[in-house]
C-alpha cells in the first residue's frame, strides 16, 4: 500500500505589484511593459519587512518590469516565468472598464464575457488558468517543505488563487487585489485556503 501523500507545509505568497499610472486610472495593463510609480516603489520598498517571517524556497516573477521592480525593492532576485504574465487582453489592452462598456452597450466584465482580439490576440479565462496550473505544477516540490514568493499582476494572480483552491477560474473575479497587496495561500486541514487576502501596510 502507497503511503498517504504528504500535505504540503509551506505557504504559497502572492505579491501584486506596486502602483503603476494605469493601474491608478483603471486602464487594463496586460503585456504593456510600463513601471512603477513613484508611490508604487514606496510601496513596494516596504515589502522586506512584510516578508521577513517567511521561509523562502523558491521566487518567481512575471518577467515584466512592474513586477520585477517589485521584486527587487522587496530584497530579491527572481527567476522570471512567463506564465505568471498578466492575463492578455487584446484589443482591451489600455482600456478602462467604463470605456469598454460604453463602446459595448452593456456591463462588460473581463472575468464574464472575455477579451477582443488587437495587438495581441488576447486570452480567454482559461487560457489563463492553464498558464496558472503550470505555475503551480512547477512550485509544487517547494511547496512540501519551504514558502514559494509569486511576484504578479492583478488579474494574473486572481485566477492562480482560484485555481488552487480548485474552484472554477472565474471565482477570481470576486478576488480583489490591490496594487503593492499581499496575500497568503495554504493548506489547513489538508484542504487548500486562503489565510490572508489582499493584505496591504
Given amino acids: 500500500?502507497?503511503?498517504?501523500?504528504?500535505?504540503?507545509?509551506?505557504?504559497?505568497?502572492?505579491?501584486?505589484?506596486?502602483?503603476?499610472?494605469?493601474?491608478?486610472?483603471?486602464?487594463?495593463?496586460?503585456?504593456?511593459?510600463?513601471?512603477?510609480?513613484?508611490?508604487?516603489?514606496?510601496?513596494?520598498?516596504?515589502?522586506?519587512?512584510?516578508?521577513?517571517?517567511?521561509?523562502?524556497?523558491?521566487?518567481?516573477?512575471?518577467?515584466?518590469q512592474r513586477a520585477l521592480r517589485t521584486a527587487q525593492l522587496a530584497g530579491f532576485e527572481p527567476e522570471t516565468d512567463d506564465d505568471l504574465l498578466e492575463w492578455d487582453y487584446g484589443g482591451y489592452e489600455g482600456r478602462t472598464t467604463k470605456e469598454i462598456r460604453a463602446e459595448l452597450g452593456y456591463d462588460w466584465a473581463v472575468f464574464e464575457h472575455g477579451v477582443v482580439p488587437g495587438v495581441t490576440p488576447g486570452e480567454t479565462v482559461e487560457e489563463v488558468a492553464a498558464r496558472a496550473s503550470r505555475v503551480l505544477r512547477r512550485v509544487a516540490p517547494v511547496l512540501a517543505e519551504r514558502d514559494v514568493l509569486l511576484f504578479g499582476h492583478g488579474h494574473a494572480l486572481r485566477v492562480l488563487a482560484a485555481?488552487?483552491?480548485?474552484?472554477?477560474?472565474?471565482?477570481?473575479?470576486?478576488?480583489?487585489?490591490?496594487?503593492?497587496?499581499?496575500?497568503?495561500?495554504?493548506?489547513?486541514r489538508e484542504q487548500p485556503a486562503i489565510a490572508v487576502w489582499n493584505h496591504i501596510c
Fill in 1 to 64: 500500500m502507497s503511503p498517504e501523500p504528504r500535505v504540503p507545509e509551506g505557504r504559497l505568497v502572492l505579491v501584486r505589484h506596486g502602483a503603476t499610472e494605469w493601474s491608478e486610472s483603471g486602464q487594463h495593463t496586460g503585456r504593456t511593459d510600463i513601471p512603477l510609480t513613484a508611490k508604487g516603489e514606496a510601496r513596494a520598498a516596504d515589502l522586506p519587512s512584510r516578508l521577513a517571517h517567511l521561509d523562502v524556497g523558491l521566487v518567481l516573477s512575471s518577467p515584466l
Fill in 163 to 188: 485555481v488552487f483552491l480548485r474552484e472554477h477560474p472565474r471565482l477570481g473575479a470576486k478576488l480583489l487585489l490591490d496594487a503593492g497587496s499581499v496575500s497568503v495561500l495554504e493548506y489547513a
